[in-house]
């Protein structure tokens, strides 16, 4: 698999992620909201923030949302939702990139 890389996942299926993943917003829903009640008023990081499936409707609620993700086109699957581009994200492994402070 030479021509796999970390974003490589993400980058071929982005256009259609949501709809072909997640296509029950009742899930998305209850983890949104799950999330929220223990997140309190903590900052929130989201490792794989791709879409911003879950990361978009946080923020909504007034959270402060980061995220780190591989796929720079899923990232801009986000930036085209209402709010998706107000949330910072840095490119890259989970496992070697950092975002400073902490989080929930």
Known sequence: ?????????GDR???VYDEFRFPATQFTNATVEFLASVAGKRRVLELG???G???VPLAAKGLKVFGIDASE???AQMRGKAGGDAIP???GN?????VSGQFF
């Open 94 to 98: 989970f496992a070697d990139v950092k």
């Open 1 to 9: 698999m030479a021509d796999y890389e970390a974003s490589t996942y």
């Open 49 to 51: 923030i791709g879409t």
């Open 13 to 15: 299926i982005a256009a």
């Open 73 to 75: 086109k899923m990232v």
């Open 89 to 91: 994200v840095v490119i």
């Open 53 to 55: 499936r879950i990361a």
